[in-house]
Each structure stands twice: as structure tokens, then as C-alpha cells.
């Protein structure tokens, strides 16, 4: 059951989000927040003493914002091929319904050049989706559906189809919708790790 303090917590967390997205970091600012989130200046600093504090916590908020199901006990059940196919339909869905969590992410991503906490604090959550990525893999060579591939390479190759998400965010890309995108690039890529492809 989520208390109190988490429930202020994602407050800030959601309207820092949407703040950061449409202002950019530099431009942001702590009373930009306090407005957007409807709490005192008080409140917010009582749990987040600055605006890059509030930045790095909004990192790891993000991965649960973003991919909240993306691996649940179920999906231990299914074969590997479909597990990829669920975080790509996941993927699909944060785009539909959260697009600003794709905008934040390039936010993230620019940051980390700039600031080497943010840009620690970034590779601490790539390394957990790359080990997410590498878990599925391993399963599917385990269960026979995959060859005998390099996981961290395949791995990464599905992050970067996901990463790619990006494209459609930024850019007003009429010839190829981000669902084909998304959907295509998987089946492509499971079809070329399979055993049966």
C-alpha cells in the first residue's frame, strides 16, 4: 500500500516530468515544480533539497513510470520470443499513453553529457534493462528457442530497437508508423536468434 510520503513523492515526481519535458533542464525551475505539482515550495523541498536531486530521483522514477510491467512473475510462463513481443506491445502503449516519457528520456540523455552523476545514475538504468534484455535471452537459449548467440550483443540490439522509439518522438515520420517500427524490427530480429528462422 502506497503511504503518504510516496504519494507527495510522485506528485513532485509527475509534474517534474512533465515541467522537464516541456522546459528542458537548464530552463527549469524549482517554483516551475511547486506550480505544476500543487504543493508548497516547502513540501518540495522537504524531499528534494535541489533541482538536480530532483533530476537524479526522476531518473529512477522514470524506469517505473515508464516499464511498471514490462517482466512480472507471468512472464515466466511464456517462451522468450513472446516476452519480447509483450515489451515491445509495452513500449507501444508508454508511447500512446505517456509520449513524455520518451521526450524525458532524451532529456536523460543529454544531461548525461554534461553532468557525470546524471550520467552515472543513467548507466545504472540501461545496465538493469540490458540485464532485463540478457535474462530473456539466456531463457530462450535455455528453453531451445534461440541458437547459441552472444546474449550482451543481442541484448543490446533489442535495447537499441527500443531506443529507437526516440526517432518517432522527435521527428514527424510519415512512411513508417512506430507500431510497424517496433513490431517489425522484433520479429526481424527474433527471426534471426531462432533455431526454427
Same mark, same amino acid.
Request: no cysteine; glycine share 4%; charged share 30%.
Given at each position: ?7 507527495? =513523492? ?11 519535458? &516541456? ?5 527549469? @525551475? ?33 524506469? @517505473? ?7 512480472? &512473475?507471468?512472464?515466466?510462463? !511464456? !517462451? ?13 502503449? @508508454? ?21 557525470? $552523476? ?16 540478457? !535474462?530473456?535471452?539466456?531463457?530462450? #537459449? =535455455? *528453453? ?8 550482451? =550483443? ?11 522509439? @526516440? ?5 514527424? $515520420? !510519415?512512411?513508417?508508423?512506430?507500431? *510497424? ?5 522484433? $520479429?526481424?530480429? #527474433? ?7
Amino acid at each position: 500500500m502506497v503511504n503518504d510520503r510516496e504519494n507527495r =513523492k510522485n506528485q513532485i515526481l509527475n509534474a517534474a516530468f512533465e515541467v522537464f519535458v &516541456k522546459k528542458g533542464y537548464s530552463k527549469t @525551475t524549482m517554483d516551475d515544480i511547486v506550480l505544476a505539482s500543487k504543493l508548497s515550495k516547502g513540501a518540495l523541498y522537504h524531499y528534494y533539497g535541489s533541482k538536480k536531486e530532483l533530476f537524479l530521483s526522476l531518473i529512477d522514477h522514470w524506469e @517505473t513510470f515508464t516499464f511498471k510491467d514490462f517482466y512480472d &512473475k507471468k512472464s515466466q510462463d !511464456k !517462451k522468450a520470443s513472446d516476452i519480447l513481443r509483450f515489451f515491445g506491445e509495452n513500449v507501444i502503449k @508508454t508511447l500512446n499513453e505517456k509520449k513524455h516519457a520518451y521526450i524525458a528520456e532524451i532529456e536523460f540523455r543529454a544531461m548525461s553529457n554534461q553532468d557525470l $552523476e546524471i550520467k552515472n545514475r543513467s548507466k545504472i538504468l540501461y545496465d538493469k534493462l540490458l540485464a532485463l534484455f540478457e !535474462k530473456v535471452i539466456s531463457k530462450g #537459449i =535455455k *528453453e531451445n528457442e534461440f541458437k547459441n548467440i552472444n546474449v550482451r =550483443k543481442t541484448s543490446i540490439a533489442f535495447l537499441a530497437i527500443f531506443q529507437g522509439i @526516440t526517432w518517432f518522438v522527435v521527428t514527424d $515520420e !510519415k512512411a513508417v508508423s512506430a507500431e *510497424e517500427y517496433i513490431r517489425d524490427s522484433i $520479429e526481424l530480429l #527474433i527471426s534471426s536468434i531462432s533455431k526454427q528462422g
